[in-house]
Structure formats: structure tokens, C-alpha cells
């Protein structure tokens, strides 16, 4: 079984909660050695993220519980002008 933390998430994340997950889980990996992968049917809705030991696959979950990063909003839509097609 690999060691996997979790975020149930269906949104879209901000950017700025992306880098924060991403530099989050370099700081616990350590030189890069996670990936997320697609899991399976009863995972879907969720982000996962697999680390190579137990120990850090829990670190990183307790921050992702500590720090209520699966609850933040998701990005604004976005309300500027359109384009338009023509039918010339």
C-alpha cells in the first residue's frame, strides 16, 4: 500500500493554494520524490499525494487537516469582456 495523504477537493484550487500545497510537499518529500496520482473510483473527488514513508504521508496530512486547505475558496470565475465570434 502506498503511503498517500488526501484532500477532498472537487473545485479548483487558487494558484496561490496550489504553490502553497506544492512547496508544502517538497518541504516534507524533501528533493522532490512525490507525485499525485489518479487513484481509484471511491478516491475520486480527492487530490492525492503519494510519499515515499508512512511518517511523511502523515506529516502531510496533518498539515492539510491543520491548515484547512481543502475548504478554501475556489478561484473567482472569471467576469471581463468576452470574445465575440463573427459571422462574417
Do not use: C
Amino acid at each position: 500500500m502506498p503511503h498517500v495523504a488526501k484532500i477532498k477537493r472537487g473545485d479548483p484550487f487558487r494558484s496561490a493554494d496550489r504553490r502553497e500545497i506544492d512547496s508544502t510537499v517538497r518541504r516534507i518529500a524533501a528533493a522532490g520524490e512525490h507525485f499525485s496520482i489518479a487513484g481509484w473510483r471511491e478516491e475520486a473527488g480527492y487530490l492525492l499525494i503519494d510519499l515515499s514513508t508512512w511518517a511523511k504521508a502523515r506529516a502531510m496530512q496533518h498539515w492539510i487537516d491543520r491548515s484547512g486547505i481543502a475548504g478554501r475558496p475556489m478561484p473567482a470565475l472569471f467576469n471581463g469582456p468576452q470574445m465575440r465570434v463573427s459571422n462574417g
